[in-house]
């Protein structure tokens, strides 16, 4: 079975620019999380979607936002990118609402603001 | 709010060492317990879980057992080697009928000597 792939691996991008992510889960994950791991705050939870709908958020700005597709696909766009949003962005995927707990994780996208 | 404190690293041993990264949390509730682990250049990976009191999680020869009485959750392998170097998580997930967020400790580097 493929894990969770995750596009582009690498991207550079001026600050105000925008940007998105993707992320394909595992075939049959329904939930997809995304996370931004830096060296100063380590990996913090961005937020959750379930069956494209927007499930659980963590605590950043309305710059940071998701959607998902019926497919179970996930992207994520941040907007007017800033200097501090250089990070390691993981996407994770599970079955979730059956019983299991563990997440599953994409190689990430590291993206680096200038 | 829930929590996950682990050792600072990064922790330095030889090959055949013992080995324990200690780690504790703060939940309410019954969360589950897990070790990521995570190589250079790669996302995470699942080490191994525990989903309730007692229970003993296992993989490639390291362990971890879900100390509810002393709330820890320490990694511990009996004879690490060198491609074990790398960055371990310990985490909770705090809501048992879904996977939807992770909450993550900071991470302890470990770096196995020949």
């Known amino acids: 079975k493929a894990g969770v792939t995750q596009t582009p691996r690498y991207l550079i991008k001026t600050r105000g620019q925008q940007v998105t992510l993707s992320c394909s889960p595992i075939s049959g994950h329904r939930s997809v999380s995304w996370y931004q791991q830096t060296p100063g705050q380590g990996l913090q939870f961005l937020f959750e979607?379930?069956?494209?709908?927007?499930?659980n958020k963590g605590n950043f700005p309305g710059r940071f936002s998701g959607r998902q597709f019926s497919n179970s696909r996930s992207e994520m766009n941040v907007s007017t990118l800033e200097l501090g949003d250089s990070a390691l962005y993981l996407c994770a995927s599970s079955l979730a609402g059956s019983g299991t707990y563990e997440q599953y994780f994409g190689p990430g996208t590291r993206l680096t603001v200038t | 709010g829930n929590s996950v404190t682990q050792m600072e690293g990064p922790v330095t041993l030889s090959e055949e060492a013992f080995l324990t990264i200690n780690c504790t949390y703060t939940?309410?509730?019954?969360?589950?317990l897990f070790w990521y682990v995570q190589y250079p250049g790669e996302g995470l990976q699942l080490l191994l879980k525990a989903t309730k009191a007692d229970d003993k999680g296992s993989n490639k020869g390291f362990e971890a057992t879900y100390r509810k009485e002393t709330t820890s959750f320490h990694l511990e392998k009996g004879s690490v080697q060198v491609s074990d170097s790398a960055v371990y998580f310990c985490?909770?997930?705090?809501?048992?009928?879904?996977?939807?967020?992770?909450?993550f400790g900071s991470g302890t580097r470990l770096s196995i000597r020949p």
């Open positions: 985490a909770l997930s705090d809501r048992p009928s879904s996977a939807s967020k992770i909450i």
């Open positions: 979607y379930f069956s494209e709908t927007q499930r």
């Open positions: 939940a309410t509730g019954y969360p589950s």
